[in-house]
């Protein structure tokens, strides 16, 4: 089997999009669900404040998106850039 | 089947990308969410203080994301560098991107534990919310010295031109190299943000101990730090020692175990060394009377968690030397 050069660039551009969005979605997955799991037990302490609470998630929450984001960024820069 | 150079730096540095992303998104995101969870508990004890404790979360976010920044840096770098084609720097691409992308798990959720704790801190006791954030930031400073290190290497890795060596078994010493400190620098990273957050918490309940707590802190996270030391040191003897051409499988394969035994052997002693001196650290702040004991205790603790980081060093150092 003969394995030309190009195609196993592209082979290997497609797994490393793969490796790269894989990877890179576990952290803002756990992050983003620590903070969740929090913002529920500071709401359920505190009700009234549920407004607030739930805009401070959303912000952190967004910033640990961040390094998926990154990841997207690079898994697409590998499927249709490179 | 050999392939072209060209080809095979081409295959290295996608890959390499992919996994220096992949792994290196994973820490800073875990450690920012662990932030802002805390952060609105937080909230929840005391909503008047909301502004300050979202300042200071997204202040202790950002020295997370750091780890994250330099993973990013490096994976567009190696996606678009361009360098002298040959295997063997094919070969360290590929070490290049598992070092950053590993290096930079332990110094962002590391990272998220003080930006937390100082959260909380600030519900708490908001009359001392600035020395909570310095705390906050001498803490993570130093627990993002694994991902410059581990950023060291890597452009070590990437930018000097290793073309005149053997490909056997050179290629195996430069992936090993990558390993070693990409994988130890997850537990001194972990380790020494375990010790910051523990500050925190301690200056927020007795802020009045501010300096014990912090030097408490300083020598729990330099132990700490050794684990992802000995990790570097494995890596410069690996990248910059040159190893006679030989084509069987077994010297290239010491190499690599060189490499894995020092990188998992750093993760253990890390993460060891950082809940000792978290331990410490929080006695430290209800107890500062003791605060020599409890260096001296946390110490002799420390040395002799290391002990395992030793054995693989040395493990690491024999492979390379005399097998």
């Known amino acids: 089997m003969a394995i030309e050069g190009a195609d196993l660039i592209r082979a290997a551009a497609f797994v490393g999009a793969g490796i790269a969005m894989g990877l890179g979605a576990i952290g803002p997955g756990v992050g983003e669900g620590y903070a969740a799991g929090r913002a529920c037990e500071a709401i359920g302490r505190k009700p009234e404040e549920a407004g607030l609470i739930t805009r401070t998630m959303l912000v952190g929450q967004a910033v640990s998106e961040s390094t998926g984001i990154y990841s997207l960024v690079v898994a697409l820069l590998l499927l249709f850039v490179v | ?323």
């Not at chain 2, 805390?38 to 997370?64: F, H, R, T, W």
């Not at chain 2, 290190?149 to 053997?166: Q, R």
């Not at chain 2, 001296?296 to 040395?303: E, H, I, K, L, S």
Request: with cysteine.
């Open chain 2, 1 to 323: 089947m050999i392939l072209d150079p060209p080809s095979a730096m081409k295959i290295a540095s996608f890959v390499g990308a992919g996994l220096c992303i992949g792994f290196g998104a994973i820490g800073a995101a875990v450690g920012e969410g662990y932030t802002a969870g805390l952060a609105n508990q937080g909230i929840s004890q005391k909503p008047e203080k909301s502004g300050d404790i979202v300042k200071n979360m997204l202040v202790g976010q950002a020295v997370a994301e750091s780890a994250g920044i330099f993973a990013l840096v490096i994976a567009i770098l190696l996606i678009f560098m361009e360098s002298t084609p040959s295997l063997l720097n094919a070969a360290s691409l590929i070490g290049a991107g598992l070092c950053m992308g590993l290096g930079a798990i332990g110094s962002g959720i590391g990272s998220g534990f003080p930006g937390g704790e100082a959260c909380l801190g600030i519900s708490r006791q908001p009359a001392v919310s600035n020395r909570l954030t310095t705390s906050m930031l001498i803490g993570s400073a130093v627990c993002q010295t694994p991902a410059i290190f581990a950023m060291v290497i890597s452009l070590i890795l990437m930018f000097t031109k290793f073309t005149d060596l053997p490909l056997s078994p050179t290629w195996a010493a430069l992936l090993g190299a990558g390993l070693s400190t990409g994988l130890a620098a997850i537990g001194s990273g972990i380790g020494g943000g375990m010790a910051a957050g523990a500050s925190c918490e301690g200056v927020a309940r007795q802020p009045e101990t501010f300096g014990s707590v912090t030097t408490t802190m300083l020598v729990g996270q330099a132990v700490s730090q050794t684990p992802a030391i000995f990790g570097l040191v494995v890596s410069f003897v690996l990248m910059f020692k040159t190893f006679p051409e030989s084509q069987s499988l077994a010297p290239a394969m010491a190499l690599l175990g060189a490499g894995i035994s020092m990188g998992f052997g750093g993760v253990g002693p890390g993460v060891g060394n950082g809940l000792t001196a978290q331990e410490a650290v929080r006695w430290v702040a209800r107890n500062v009377e003791h605060a020599g004991l409890l260096t001296r205790t946390m110490m002799v603790g420390q040395a002799v968690a290391q002990s395992t980081a030793i054995y693989a060093m040395v493990v690491s150092l024999v492979l390379i030397f005399v097998v």
